[in-house]
Protein backbone atom coordinates (compact mmCIF):
# COMPACT_ATOMS: atom_id res chain seq x y z
CA UNK A 1 0.00 0.00 0.00
CA UNK A 2 1.52 3.58 -1.24
CA UNK A 3 1.41 6.22 1.65
CA UNK A 4 1.58 9.90 0.15
CA UNK A 5 4.23 11.90 1.60
CA UNK A 6 3.99 15.58 2.14
CA UNK A 7 6.62 18.44 2.87
CA UNK A 8 9.69 16.58 2.21
CA UNK A 9 11.96 17.19 -1.16
CA UNK A 10 13.05 13.83 -2.41
CA UNK A 11 10.35 11.34 -1.18
CA UNK A 12 6.59 11.45 -2.75
CA UNK A 13 5.46 8.10 -1.15
CA UNK A 14 6.03 5.63 1.00
CA UNK A 15 4.85 1.30 0.89
CA UNK A 16 4.27 -0.12 3.75
CA UNK A 17 1.95 -3.42 4.27
CA UNK A 18 -1.65 -3.70 3.79
CA UNK A 19 -3.22 -4.13 7.31
CA UNK A 20 -1.65 -0.74 7.79
CA UNK A 21 -5.56 0.45 7.13
CA UNK A 22 -6.60 -1.63 10.19
CA UNK A 23 -5.19 0.77 12.62
CA UNK A 24 -5.64 4.39 14.00
CA UNK A 25 -2.68 5.10 15.22
CA UNK A 26 0.90 4.21 15.25
CA UNK A 27 4.06 4.15 18.13
CA UNK A 28 7.61 4.31 16.37
CA UNK A 29 10.29 3.72 18.49
CA UNK A 30 13.79 4.74 17.15
CA UNK A 31 17.24 5.23 18.93
CA UNK A 32 20.43 7.63 17.51
CA UNK A 33 23.61 7.14 19.14
CA UNK A 34 26.59 8.98 17.62
CA UNK A 35 30.59 8.82 18.61
CA UNK A 36 31.21 8.05 22.26
CA UNK A 37 33.68 11.23 22.90
CA UNK A 38 31.09 13.34 20.90
CA UNK A 39 28.51 12.82 23.64
CA UNK A 40 25.97 12.62 20.82
CA UNK A 41 23.22 10.20 21.38
CA UNK A 42 19.10 10.70 21.78
CA UNK A 43 15.94 8.32 22.30
CA UNK A 44 12.66 9.31 20.54
CA UNK A 45 9.18 8.24 20.57
CA UNK A 46 6.09 9.57 18.51
CA UNK A 47 2.26 8.95 18.52
CA UNK A 48 1.24 8.89 14.92
CA UNK A 49 -2.50 9.42 13.73
CA UNK A 50 -3.22 7.43 11.04
CA UNK A 51 -6.61 9.08 10.40
Do not use: P, Q, T
Not at 29 to 36: I, M, P, S, T
Amino acid sequence: MALKVEGVKHLKENYVGAHIKNYDSMLMLFHFKGHAMGGLGSREYEIVNLD
